[in-house]
């Protein structure tokens, strides 16, 4: 799974196992146990997993098994500021590809990495339904439209600044 251990605060212990009896434990809600864990960390660290396993009584390689079958499910942690830019048809002919190519440039990041300060971590989608504002980009909740590359700086800098604020 990973091969960096992270320690799992006696909070989140308890919390995973709140969540694991919250679906009584039964073997068929493991998506649904993923999920509520994975909106309460962010991600799913293979030490999360583990005591998922160990609740819901499956072994650990199933568990495994689910989280890196499906897309949804991440073990790498996002950033405070997640970037999402859309790749769907309308998003793509508008120039969605050159604005996630100018958020790499910008911060420096891979689809899929998240910045070693935690701020930022960048991902594309297929489509999230706004095509009427093509190309358009996700910060967390806020959507961005009908931005071009000049755009994709200002979108930081916003981040940045309320980050300092925080």
Known sequence: ????????????????EEICKSYNYEQGELINVLHKTQEYL???PAEAQEVIAKEMNIPTAKVYGVVSFYSFFTMIPKG???????????????????ILDEFKNQLGLSVGETAPDGLFSLASLRCVGACGLAPVVLVGDKVYGRLATDDVKDIIAEFK??????
């Open 1 to 16: 799974m990973s091969s960096i251990k992270i320690e799992i605060s006696q909070n989140t212990r308890s919390k995973i």
């Open 42 to 44: 962010g991600y799913l």
């Open 80 to 98: 405070r500021f997640p970037i999402s830019i859309c790749m769907g048809t309308a998003c793509y002919v508008r120039g969605a590809e050159k």
């Open 161 to 166: 600044n309320s980050a300092d604020v925080i």
